[in-house]
């Protein structure tokens, strides 16, 4: 695997409020709706509406956001590939959960059932 310290680097700089509104229209644009993607956020991260609003405004690095956030025991279970990567292979921490989070939003853009994207099953 080639080495990705860069990206790394510039990955936990970055805000997350930077990159939200590219979710929001990538799963609007596919026919699914905002709440669903808070849905999604919750799920993965622990933050409700008004905590998700305060990450936002305070303009966190994606380092900051998930050092905060309450992973779901069922994070493990997000496997597959997303740009370019095996999510379960990335070695650093933060890189992975950002791409979890990437690879979430994915699903429910491509018209996942919700329960399957929040490994209810599981």
């Known amino acids: 695997m080639k ?8 990955i936990a700089k970055m805000t997350f409020a930077s990159v939200y509104p590219h979710y929001v229209h990538k799963v609007e644009k ?7 993607l ?3 956020l919750e799920w993965l991260t622990g933050y409700d509406e008004s905590a998700l609003q ?10 900051t956001f998930f050092k905060n956030a309450s992973l779901h025991p069922n994070t493990p279970l997000i496997t597959g590939v997303i740009c370019g990567y095996r999510v379960e292979e990335i070695k650093t921490p933060l890189t992975q959960q950002v791409r979890y989070l990437d690879k979430l939003v994915d699903e429910l853009a491509k018209g996942r059932k919700m329960e399957k994207i929040l490994r209810s099953n599981a």
């Open 3 to 10: 080495d990705t310290t860069k990206q790394d680097e510039r």
């Open 54 to 63: 305060k990450q936002i405004e305070d303009k966190v690095s994606f380092e």
């Open 30 to 36: 596919k026919g699914r709706t905002k709440a669903e």
């Open 38 to 40: 808070h849905q999604v």
